[in-house]
């Protein structure tokens, strides 16, 4: 089954906290989002596999090692946006998909309304992104229309978790480790994560 990996680092949980409150404007909300990214990142790049590579510094010559695996950041439109550059601040030569999907507000299932991948998608690993994993529907139908794509190498990363997104990822998806900063307590019934942080895109982008 696939793993649950709480990046609990002092300095991320600092700026999940900065991010939870209310307080915290929309420039803000932007900044820390990206950098969470890049501290979550950190951690699910942590098992990529290598090569021994010949590399001459100005003293001599030594043996070095690179990543071996072509990489591919997909963010989940429209949140999942917030957190490509924080990604790319580590794999800056990663291609980037976008994959539209958004959660129904009656049904709470996910409707797809674009997807733009890397032609070469299936021989990269997928990092899919969106900072909440609420109930876990959009997360779950974007993985599986990856693997529909081909796609064998899926992780997915959010900032914020619901155990009933995490468990749906683990029985739809056995196969995907999901990283994220924190797991909360439930989904309210709105299909809100409590605690949590509000709505992602909103804080995003400022529409309300």
């Keep these: 089954m696939g793993e649950l990996i ?13 991010l939870r409150s209310i307080d915290t404007c929309n420039k803000e ?3 820390l989002v990206e950098e969470l990214a890049t501290l979550i990142c950190f951690e699910a790049t942590r098992d990529l596999p290598t090569v021994e590579t010949a590399v001459t510094t100005p003293i001599c010559k030594t043996n070095g090692k690179l990543i071996e695996k072509k990489l591919g950041v997909v963010p989940i439109l ?8 924080g990604m790319l601040n580590l794999l800056p030569t990663a291609k980037v998909g ?21 032609k070469d998608a299936e021989e990269r690993e997928i990092f899919i992104v969106d900072p909440m994993l609420a109930t876990g529907g959009t997360a779950s139908a974007a993985i599986r229309y990856l693997k529909c794509q ?6 997915l990363l959010c900032l914020i ?3 009933e ?3 749906k990822i683990q029985t ?4 995907v480790n999901i990283y994220a900063a924190a797991c909360d307590s439930h989904l309210n019934s709105h299909g809100y994560i409590v605690p949590g942080l509000g709505d992602a895109g909103d804080r995003l982008f400022g529409t309300k």
């Design 29 to 31: 909300f932007r900044e």
């Design 165 to 167: 997104g995490v468990e």
């Design 98 to 118: 976008h994959l539209g999907m958004y959660r129904d507000p009656d049904t709470l299932q996910p409707v797809t309304y674009y997807s733009k991948l890397p």
């Design 150 to 155: 081909g796609v064998t190498n899926i992780r």
């Design 6 to 18: 709480i990046v609990d680092h002092p300095l991320v949980q600092h700026k999940l906290s900065m």
């Design 172 to 175: 739809e998806h056995p196969d």
């Design 78 to 85: 429209r949140a999942g946006i917030g957190m490509v550059n």
């Design 161 to 163: 978790a619901a155990p």
